[in-house]
């Protein structure tokens, strides 16, 4: 399967614990997208990187989150003390171009959906 | 500040008909592109069909169509012929020609009556 994967697909932590999430592209996908998703919303954008450079961050990107994608290929979304607010699906997408309206073109992964206790 | 917004949370339509899901957005950029998601139950989202902000002429994908009306910030999503499988979370996306952001508004749950 070619498709964009993201590891685990569910993660249950008591709050304070620190967590990471995987993301693997497309294989040839320059850009890599990540996303919170909560219950009756629709995705919302937290950074981006292209190749291996992260190019914008959300405000909703707090301190606590930091992602990474070394050697521009997977990439890594870690949630440090994490808090009961920070519960929802996180998404990553990938996309080939990194121009024009095919930068839209999003290929996403089925989340990982994170459940703070 | 760019937003995306879609009024219906809900709609319904029958198998074989036509349903018109809406979408407005919010921007000062004169050039932009917007995008249909389709999101089925427990599964991936996946691109509907796309439209160039600086193309008049609307988009068209097999049965899925959109009315883009630039000067009213509008962006509807038209679904001829519905089919069981069209049954979704549909959420329509602004991004900008840099990329450097994604906006998605909070979706319209659509469900195809048999």
Same mark, same amino acid.
């Given at each position: 399967?070619?498709?964009?994967?993201?590891?685990?697909?569910?993660? @249950?932590?008591?709050?304070?614990?620190?967590?990471?999430?995987?993301?693997?592209?497309?294989?040839?996908?320059?850009?890599?997208?990540? =996303?919170?998703?909560? *219950?009756?919303?629709?995705?919302?954008?937290?950074?981006?990187?292209?190749?291996? #450079?992260? /190019?914008?961050?959300?405000? *909703? /990107?707090?301190?606590?989150?930091?992602?990474?994608?070394?050697?521009?290929?997977?990439?890594?979304?870690? @949630?440090?003390?994490?808090?009961?607010?920070?519960?929802?699906? =996180? *998404?990553? #997408?990938?996309?080939? #171009?990194?121009?024009?309206?095919?930068?839209?073109?999003?290929?996403?992964?089925?989340?990982?959906?994170?459940?703070?206790? | 500040?760019?937003? +995306?917004? $879609?009024?219906?949370?809900?709609?319904?339509?029958?198998?074989?008909?036509? +349903?018109?899901?809406?979408?407005?957005?919010?921007?000062?950029?004169?050039?932009?592109? %917007?995008?249909?998601?389709?999101?089925?139950? &427990?599964? $991936?989202?996946?691109? +509907?069909?796309? $439209?160039?902000?600086?193309?008049?002429?609307?988009?068209?994908?097999?049965?899925?169509? +959109?009315?883009? $009306?630039?000067?009213?910030?509008?962006? &509807?999503?038209?679904?001829?012929?519905?089919? %069981?499988?069209?049954?979704?979370?549909?959420?329509?996306?602004?991004?900008?020609?840099?990329?450097?952001?994604?906006?998605?508004?909070?979706?319209? &749950?659509?469900?195809?009556?048999?």
């Amino acid at each position: 399967d070619t498709g964009v994967s993201q590891n685990p697909r569910h993660k @249950i932590t008591k709050r304070g614990q620190n967590v990471t999430f995987r993301c693997d592209p497309i294989s040839e996908h320059n850009r890599l997208y990540w =996303y919170r998703q909560t *219950l009756g919303q629709g995705p919302e954008f937290l950074t981006y990187f292209q190749n291996e #450079a992260q /190019l914008e961050k959300s405000r *909703l /990107l707090s301190d606590r989150f930091s992602a990474e994608r070394p050697k521009g290929s997977f990439s890594t979304l870690e @949630i440090q003390r994490t808090e009961q607010g920070d519960s929802a699906m =996180y *998404l990553c #997408a990938s996309s080939l #171009a990194t121009t024009g309206i095919r930068m839209g073109e999003q290929f996403f992964g089925p989340g990982t959906r994170l459940t703070v206790l | 500040a760019q937003t +995306v917004t $879609q009024s219906q949370p809900e709609m319904s339509v029958q198998e074989a008909e036509t +349903v018109t899901l809406s979408c407005t957005y919010d921007t000062s950029e004169n050039n932009y592109y %917007l995008f249909w998601y389709k999101q089925p139950p &427990s599964r $991936q989202m996946i691109l +509907v069909i796309r $439209q160039e902000a600086y193309k008049q002429q609307n988009a068209t994908e097999n049965r899925f169509s +959109v009315n883009f $009306q630039k000067a009213a910030k509008s962006f &509807s999503l038209k679904i001829s012929d519905s089919q %069981l499988g069209d049954t979704a979370m549909y959420f329509c996306a602004f991004i900008t020609v840099t990329g450097n952001q994604f906006y998605f508004g909070t979706g319209t &749950s659509l469900t195809v009556i048999p």
